[in-house]
Structure formats: C-alpha cells, structure tokens
C-alpha cells in the first residue's frame, strides 16, 4: 500500500456487496402490490441501485407527486427490509482484498447512504465485515454524500488520517464526498453505473475494473 493512503473507506451497495437482485425483487413486488405489471431485467435495472430508493421508484411509476412518491420510498423500504441478504453477497474478490487489509493491520471502514436499519443487518449478517472499524449511514448523520460529513464522522471514528485515506465507492456522489473530506477518491467499475455515467469525467484519484487491483497501492 502507497505510504501515503494508511486507511479505507468503502461505499456498501455497488462496491462491497452486490444487493442488486434483493432490491429489484423488492421494486417488483411493490409494482405489483399497485397493480402494476412490469417486468424488471436484473441486469438493465443494476444501474439504478446506487441513484437510490427514489430513483428505483421513480423509474416504475410514472411522476407521482411528492406525497405519493414518499409513501412509495417507505413501502419499498419496508419490502426490501423482509428479504435482506437473501440473494446478496459480496463481489468476488471483496473478500480477499478485506482479509488483507486485516492481515497488514490497515483499518478500514463503511460509509453508506443506506438507512442504518438496513445497512446494519446486512453487515452483521456478513462475516467478512464484521471487521469494519466504522459503519457510518446517511440516516445517523441527517446528510448522506456527496457531503463530506459522513466520511469525516467515520475518520473521526477510526481515528484515522482523511488526507491519508481512501474512499472507494461506484458513484459521482462518492468520489465528490471523498474529495470535499480530503480524502483520496476511487471508483469500483464492477459496481452500478449507469450507461449515462461518466466516471472518466469524476476525477478520481483511481479507478480500478478488480478489487485485487486496490492491492498495490
């Protein structure tokens, strides 16, 4: 590891754990609870996780008023809440790159805009997190990324260095949270970017295509 980047900080949903298939399964049954039919390609709706529980509502019903879309974010939640790490897991190579960031005694953390009531379960439930130095959720905080608090809350925490830190996450918000904090920014192409993205243009310090790419610096 450079000996300029001494700690980590990971994004969950996109960058850590694959929770795509839980959260599509769970917009289907909400689509289908208001009757409702349509049918959503796992792989084309992959996009959406990381725009958020609005933007997967949003992208189902068409311009509901803010009331409306409101009772639906919390009925989706609440859906998605019953099926937690039912088909979620970690990306391939997570696991051996959290392992040896333990091994060489470097902390690491989570920064997330996952509600903790979600967040939490799925973490705990996940043996190779239960290491995480910090598990910080937008919701703890009152302001999710791209605001830096979060990821300072979490230095904070791990009494750890932000500018000696990196954050690795698979959106724009992330990379602008990492910035603003002072922390080094990296992007995890094998997480949920939309086809409109464009994280050549995020200016991040990394960008890396496999976890075991982290491992060199």
């Known amino acids: 590891m450079s000996p300029d980047i001494r700690s980590v900080l990971f994004d969950l949903d996109g960058t850590l754990m694959d929770t795509a298939v839980d959260m599509i399964?769970?917009?289907?049954q909400l689509a289908e609870n208001h009757g409702i039919d349509h049918q959503l390609n796992?792989?084309?709706?992959?996009?959406?996780?990381?725009?958020g529980a609005v933007a997967l509502v949003k992208s189902v019903f068409d311009n509901p008023s803010p009331e409306l879309l409101e009772q639906l974010r919390l009925e989706y939640l609440e859906i998605y809440q019953q099926q937690l790490n039912t088909h979620s897991q970690l990306f391939?190579?997570?696991?051996?790159?959290?392992?040896?960031?333990d091994n060489n005694s470097i902390p690491w953390g989570i920064v997330t805009n996952k509600p903790s009531w979600l967040a939490k379960p799925i973490v705990?439930?996940?043996t190779e997190l239960?290491?995480?130095k910090a598990l910080v959720c937008a919701d703890e905080m009152g302001v999710a990324k791209p605001d830096p608090k979060p990821l300072l809350h979490a230095a904070e925490v791990m009494q750890i260095n932000p500018?000696?830190?990196?954050?690795?996450?698979?959106?724009?918000?992330?990379?602008?949270?990492?910035?603003?904090?002072?922390?080094q920014s990296a992007i995890a192409?094998?997480?949920?970017l939309a086809p409109e993205d464009k994280p050549d243009e995020w200016l991040a310090h990394f960008r890396f295509t496999n976890p075991k790419e982290l491992k060199p610096i």
């Open 130 to 132: 239960n290491s995480s």
């Open 189 to 192: 192409m094998w997480g949920y």
């Open 163 to 183: 500018a000696q830190t990196l954050y690795l996450g698979d959106a724009k918000s992330d990379v602008d949270a990492a910035h603003a904090a002072g922390m």
């Open 92 to 101: 391939d190579g997570i696991s051996e790159l959290l392992a040896n960031l």
């Open 42 to 51: 796992v792989i084309e709706y992959r996009q959406y996780i990381s725009k």
């Open 25 to 28: 399964h769970a917009l289907m």
């Open 124 to 126: 705990e439930n996940t």
